[in-house]
């Protein structure tokens, strides 16, 4: 179905019915988001459950929360990490109340992960991002740098990345073993 307008602001999509598909609102068009596959749902399941029983008390894990990312943009990363402390009848959230959107990229949404996202999340300054890749598992964790884009914005850098181990320090220590995040 074609859309007839591009013109769309989060109002409309507040404006959406409870039986909705699950969509996403990026520069002003309704895109209706693909159902995840098994692989991808378990892979992001296990990385909120990991999230949730790691993170420090003053972050909490969620999943399918949209991010207001400017008034005709909105998108639903795949697990985020919040700030506490939020009303938790909300189901959108400011980018300044995000401190981490990670996607997981199937075949259907390589594109929109690897390069659409992580500019929208950095242009709203959600300060980091991480891409799962699905076959082999594999995670890539970036921090909002220094580096300007052409547009003006801040980009993403690559700041550790593998199959067997990640460790951070950042947005708190992290020793995340691969093997607990693979389905």
Known sequence: ????RADYTLEDLLALPDDAPRVELVDGVIQVTPSPTLGHQNIASLLWLWLRSHAPAHLQAAQ?????LSPNTSREP?????????????????PSD?????????????????FAKPGEYAAAGIP??????????????????????PG???????????????????????KLPIAEIRP
Not at 152 to 172: C, H, I, K, M, N
């Open 1 to 4: 179905m074609r859309q007839q």
């Open 64 to 68: 399918a929360i949209s991010v207001d």
């Open 78 to 94: 795949d697990v985020l990490l919040h700030r506490a402390g939020l009303p938790s009848d909300r189901s959108r959230l400011r």
């Open 98 to 114: 995000v401190v981490l959107a990670v996607e997981v990229v199937s075949p259907s949404t390589r594109r929109v992960d690897r």
């Open 128 to 149: 980091f991002y991480w891409r799962i890749e699905q076959d082999p598992v594999h995670l890539y964790a970036y921090r909002l740098g220094d580096r300007i884009g």
């Open 152 to 174: 003006g914005e801040r980009q993403y850098e690559l700041v550790a990345d593998g199959s067997e181990v990640v460790e951070l320090t950042e947005p708190f220590t992290i």
